[in-house]
Protein backbone atom coordinates (compact mmCIF):
# COMPACT_ATOMS: atom_id res chain seq x y z
CA UNK A 1 0.00 0.00 0.00
CA UNK A 2 3.15 2.19 0.74
CA UNK A 3 4.24 1.69 -2.56
CA UNK A 4 0.60 2.89 -3.83
CA UNK A 5 0.57 5.73 -2.31
CA UNK A 6 3.84 6.44 -3.08
CA UNK A 7 3.22 6.66 -7.14
CA UNK A 8 0.11 8.87 -6.02
CA UNK A 9 2.69 11.15 -4.38
CA UNK A 10 5.06 11.33 -7.60
CA UNK A 11 2.18 12.73 -9.38
CA UNK A 12 1.29 14.99 -6.88
CA UNK A 13 4.99 16.25 -6.82
CA UNK A 14 4.76 16.85 -10.59
CA UNK A 15 1.54 18.74 -10.35
CA UNK A 16 3.50 21.18 -7.57
CA UNK A 17 6.22 21.87 -10.13
CA UNK A 18 3.57 22.45 -12.89
CA UNK A 19 1.52 24.81 -11.12
CA UNK A 20 4.48 27.00 -9.84
CA UNK A 21 5.59 27.35 -13.42
CA UNK A 22 2.78 28.66 -15.36
CA UNK A 23 5.24 28.96 -18.43
CA UNK A 24 5.85 25.27 -18.22
CA UNK A 25 1.86 24.76 -17.94
CA UNK A 26 1.54 26.68 -21.00
CA UNK A 27 4.05 24.77 -22.99
CA UNK A 28 2.48 21.20 -21.73
CA UNK A 29 -1.14 22.05 -22.93
CA UNK A 30 -0.61 23.34 -26.19
CA UNK A 31 0.46 19.98 -27.47
CA UNK A 32 -2.37 18.09 -25.38
CA UNK A 33 -4.92 20.62 -27.00
CA UNK A 34 -4.16 19.95 -30.21
CA UNK A 35 -3.75 16.30 -29.85
CA UNK A 36 -7.60 16.35 -28.01
CA UNK A 37 -9.10 18.16 -30.24
CA UNK A 38 -7.84 15.00 -33.10
CA UNK A 39 -8.75 12.64 -31.13
CA UNK A 40 -11.94 14.18 -29.90
CA UNK A 41 -12.94 14.44 -34.02
CA UNK A 42 -12.12 11.20 -34.72
CA UNK A 43 -14.42 9.71 -31.56
CA UNK A 44 -17.27 11.93 -32.72
CA UNK A 45 -16.88 10.72 -36.03
CA UNK A 46 -17.09 7.05 -34.94
CA UNK A 47 -20.45 7.86 -32.66
CA UNK A 48 -22.07 9.72 -35.07
CA UNK A 49 -21.40 6.58 -37.71
CA UNK A 50 -21.52 3.50 -35.21
CA UNK A 51 -25.50 2.64 -36.11
CA UNK A 52 -24.50 2.38 -39.71
CA UNK A 53 -20.77 0.39 -38.72
CA UNK A 54 -22.94 -1.87 -36.26
CA UNK A 55 -25.07 -2.95 -38.86
CA UNK A 56 -22.57 -3.35 -41.42
CA UNK A 57 -21.12 -5.51 -38.41
CA UNK A 58 -23.96 -7.96 -38.07
CA UNK A 59 -25.59 -8.82 -41.17
CA UNK A 60 -26.30 -12.26 -39.80
CA UNK A 61 -28.67 -10.22 -37.31
CA UNK A 62 -31.15 -8.66 -40.11
CA UNK A 63 -33.42 -11.64 -40.11
CA UNK A 64 -33.78 -11.89 -35.76
CA UNK A 65 -36.29 -10.38 -33.91
CA UNK A 66 -36.88 -6.76 -33.29
CA UNK A 67 -36.23 -6.72 -29.87
CA UNK A 68 -33.29 -9.74 -30.21
CA UNK A 69 -31.62 -7.58 -33.09
CA UNK A 70 -31.80 -4.28 -31.25
CA UNK A 71 -29.87 -5.56 -28.25
CA UNK A 72 -27.40 -7.00 -29.89
CA UNK A 73 -26.67 -3.96 -32.14
CA UNK A 74 -27.04 -2.07 -28.90
CA UNK A 75 -24.33 -4.32 -27.30
CA UNK A 76 -22.15 -4.37 -30.34
CA UNK A 77 -21.99 -0.62 -30.42
CA UNK A 78 -21.20 -0.01 -26.73
CA UNK A 79 -18.44 -2.36 -27.04
CA UNK A 80 -17.33 -1.01 -30.32
CA UNK A 81 -17.77 3.04 -28.73
CA UNK A 82 -15.65 1.28 -25.34
CA UNK A 83 -12.90 0.06 -26.64
CA UNK A 84 -12.53 3.02 -29.06
CA UNK A 85 -12.65 5.16 -26.35
CA UNK A 86 -9.69 3.12 -24.40
CA UNK A 87 -7.65 3.20 -27.47
CA UNK A 88 -8.39 6.90 -27.86
CA UNK A 89 -7.04 7.73 -24.14
CA UNK A 90 -4.09 5.92 -24.52
CA UNK A 91 -3.12 7.06 -27.95
CA UNK A 92 -3.91 10.76 -26.68
CA UNK A 93 -1.21 10.63 -24.56
CA UNK A 94 1.41 8.55 -27.21
CA UNK A 95 0.53 11.42 -29.68
CA UNK A 96 0.46 14.37 -27.24
CA UNK A 97 3.89 13.48 -26.60
CA UNK A 98 4.84 12.82 -30.17
CA UNK A 99 3.94 16.62 -31.46
CA UNK A 100 4.83 17.60 -28.10
CA UNK A 101 8.28 15.68 -27.93
CA UNK A 102 10.48 19.16 -27.68
CA UNK A 103 8.27 20.67 -25.00
CA UNK A 104 7.90 17.75 -22.99
CA UNK A 105 11.81 17.33 -22.99
CA UNK A 106 12.10 20.97 -21.83
CA UNK A 107 10.00 20.16 -18.89
CA UNK A 108 11.52 17.45 -17.94
CA UNK A 109 14.73 18.70 -18.38
CA UNK A 110 13.30 22.04 -15.74
CA UNK A 111 11.91 19.54 -13.77
CA UNK A 112 15.19 17.71 -13.61
CA UNK A 113 17.39 21.10 -12.79
CA UNK A 114 14.60 21.96 -9.94
CA UNK A 115 15.43 18.88 -8.04
CA UNK A 116 19.27 17.83 -8.74
CA UNK A 117 18.80 14.80 -11.20
CA UNK A 118 20.88 13.16 -13.15
CA UNK A 119 20.02 14.86 -16.99
CA UNK A 120 23.17 12.55 -18.55
CA UNK A 121 21.98 10.74 -22.02
CA UNK A 122 23.82 8.32 -24.53
CA UNK A 123 25.33 11.26 -26.77
CA UNK A 124 23.00 9.98 -29.82
CA UNK A 125 21.71 13.33 -30.74
CA UNK A 126 18.67 14.90 -31.55
CA UNK A 127 17.34 13.02 -34.61
CA UNK A 128 18.52 9.83 -33.30
CA UNK A 129 16.50 10.81 -30.06
CA UNK A 130 13.48 11.61 -32.18
CA UNK A 131 13.59 8.40 -33.79
CA UNK A 132 13.30 6.25 -31.20
CA UNK A 133 10.67 8.33 -29.80
CA UNK A 134 8.69 7.59 -32.62
CA UNK A 135 9.68 3.66 -33.20
CA UNK A 136 8.44 3.59 -29.19
CA UNK A 137 5.01 5.55 -30.00
CA UNK A 138 4.10 3.58 -32.28
CA UNK A 139 4.70 0.09 -30.52
CA UNK A 140 3.01 1.59 -27.78
CA UNK A 141 -0.13 2.63 -29.96
CA UNK A 142 -0.05 -1.13 -31.57
CA UNK A 143 -0.16 -2.87 -27.53
CA UNK A 144 -3.24 -0.42 -27.07
CA UNK A 145 -4.56 -1.91 -30.19
CA UNK A 146 -4.23 -5.53 -29.73
CA UNK A 147 -5.43 -4.76 -25.82
CA UNK A 148 -8.56 -2.53 -27.21
CA UNK A 149 -8.98 -5.48 -29.22
CA UNK A 150 -9.52 -7.97 -26.22
CA UNK A 151 -11.15 -5.66 -24.32
CA UNK A 152 -13.68 -5.78 -27.07
CA UNK A 153 -14.60 -9.11 -27.06
CA UNK A 154 -14.65 -9.72 -23.23
CA UNK A 155 -16.95 -6.51 -23.48
CA UNK A 156 -19.27 -9.52 -25.03
CA UNK A 157 -19.34 -11.48 -22.01
CA UNK A 158 -22.96 -11.51 -20.73
CA UNK A 159 -23.47 -9.88 -17.22
CA UNK A 160 -19.91 -8.67 -16.39
CA UNK A 161 -18.41 -8.45 -19.64
CA UNK A 162 -19.12 -4.53 -19.67
CA UNK A 163 -18.14 -4.07 -15.87
CA UNK A 164 -14.84 -6.03 -16.54
CA UNK A 165 -13.76 -4.61 -19.55
CA UNK A 166 -13.94 -0.91 -17.64
CA UNK A 167 -11.80 -2.05 -15.00
CA UNK A 168 -9.74 -4.12 -16.53
CA UNK A 169 -9.07 -1.11 -18.86
CA UNK A 170 -8.59 0.89 -16.86
CA UNK A 171 -5.90 -0.88 -15.35
CA UNK A 172 -4.72 -1.53 -18.62
CA UNK A 173 -4.56 2.16 -19.32
CA UNK A 174 -2.60 3.01 -16.35
CA UNK A 175 0.24 0.60 -17.30
CA UNK A 176 0.50 1.91 -20.80
CA UNK A 177 0.36 5.62 -19.54
CA UNK A 178 3.47 4.68 -17.05
CA UNK A 179 5.45 3.36 -20.26
CA UNK A 180 4.75 6.36 -21.95
CA UNK A 181 5.37 9.12 -19.09
CA UNK A 182 8.97 7.13 -17.98
CA UNK A 183 10.03 7.43 -21.95
CA UNK A 184 11.56 10.45 -22.12
CA UNK A 185 14.47 9.46 -19.25
CA UNK A 186 14.64 5.73 -20.53
CA UNK A 187 15.42 7.13 -24.59
CA UNK A 188 17.62 9.76 -23.19
CA UNK A 189 19.54 6.73 -21.56
CA UNK A 190 19.58 4.78 -25.00
CA UNK A 191 17.07 2.30 -23.60
CA UNK A 192 14.28 0.30 -25.31
CA UNK A 193 10.68 0.05 -25.29
CA UNK A 194 11.12 -3.99 -23.92
CA UNK A 195 13.98 -2.48 -21.24
CA UNK A 196 10.99 -0.02 -19.81
CA UNK A 197 8.42 -2.73 -19.69
CA UNK A 198 11.05 -5.02 -17.96
CA UNK A 199 11.86 -2.35 -15.12
CA UNK A 200 7.96 -1.13 -13.74
CA UNK A 201 7.48 -5.07 -13.75
CA UNK A 202 9.60 -4.54 -10.26
CA UNK A 203 7.45 -1.22 -9.38
CA UNK A 204 4.30 -2.75 -10.32
CA UNK A 205 2.73 -1.28 -6.90
CA UNK A 206 4.17 2.15 -7.34
CA UNK A 207 3.43 1.97 -11.41
CA UNK A 208 -0.32 1.91 -11.17
CA UNK A 209 -0.31 4.22 -8.16
CA UNK A 210 1.19 6.38 -10.54
CA UNK A 211 -0.43 5.49 -13.94
CA UNK A 212 -4.26 4.68 -12.15
CA UNK A 213 -5.08 8.38 -11.50
CA UNK A 214 -2.98 9.89 -14.07
CA UNK A 215 -5.29 7.08 -16.71
CA UNK A 216 -8.50 8.68 -15.03
CA UNK A 217 -7.76 12.20 -14.87
CA UNK A 218 -7.18 12.27 -18.47
CA UNK A 219 -10.69 10.95 -19.20
CA UNK A 220 -11.93 14.38 -17.89
CA UNK A 221 -12.26 17.33 -20.60
CA UNK A 222 -9.90 20.13 -20.53
CA UNK A 223 -8.47 18.72 -17.19
CA UNK A 224 -5.60 16.52 -19.69
CA UNK A 225 -4.49 20.48 -20.28
CA UNK A 226 -3.12 20.14 -16.56
CA UNK A 227 -2.78 16.26 -15.97
CA UNK A 228 -0.70 15.62 -18.96
CA UNK A 229 2.56 18.00 -18.12
CA UNK A 230 2.18 17.27 -14.52
CA UNK A 231 2.64 13.76 -15.54
CA UNK A 232 5.72 14.30 -17.83
CA UNK A 233 7.31 15.87 -14.46
CA UNK A 234 6.04 12.77 -12.51
CA UNK A 235 7.03 10.32 -14.73
CA UNK A 236 10.65 11.68 -15.23
CA UNK A 237 10.66 11.38 -11.39
CA UNK A 238 9.73 7.93 -11.27
CA UNK A 239 11.77 7.14 -14.10
CA UNK A 240 15.01 8.06 -12.30
CA UNK A 241 13.56 6.38 -9.23
CA UNK A 242 13.53 3.08 -11.72
CA UNK A 243 16.57 3.49 -12.95
CA UNK A 244 18.86 5.21 -10.18
CA UNK A 245 21.82 8.25 -11.33
CA UNK A 246 23.81 6.92 -14.22
CA UNK A 247 27.23 5.31 -13.35
CA UNK A 248 29.89 7.72 -13.13
CA UNK A 249 32.11 6.07 -15.61
CA UNK A 250 29.48 5.68 -17.92
CA UNK A 251 28.29 9.48 -17.31
CA UNK A 252 31.59 10.67 -18.06
CA UNK A 253 31.95 8.63 -21.30
CA UNK A 254 28.90 10.08 -22.11
CA UNK A 255 30.05 13.82 -22.00
Known amino acids: MSSFLSGIR ?9 LRNPKLLFLGALPALISALLLLGGLGTLIYFSPDLVTWMTPFADSWGDA ?3 ALRVLVGAALVGAAGLLAS ?4 AVTLLIGGPFYEHI ?16 AGFAR ?15 ALVGAIVLFGIGFIPVVGQIAALVLGAFFGAWLVTLEMVGLVFQRRGLTFRDRRRALRQYRAVVF ?3 LPTYL ?3 IPVAQLLVIPSAVVGGTLLAHRVLGPVPR ?7
Do not use: M, P, Y
Not at 10 to 18: D, E, K, N, S, V
Not at 90 to 93: K, L
Not at 131 to 139: A, E
Open 68 to 70: ARQ
Open 90 to 93: VSFI
Open 108 to 123: AEQAEQKLGLDASDDG
Open 10 to 18: TLGTGFGII
Open 129 to 143: QLGRGVRDSLKLVGV
Open 217 to 219: LCL
Open 209 to 211: GFG
Open 249 to 255: QEGAARR
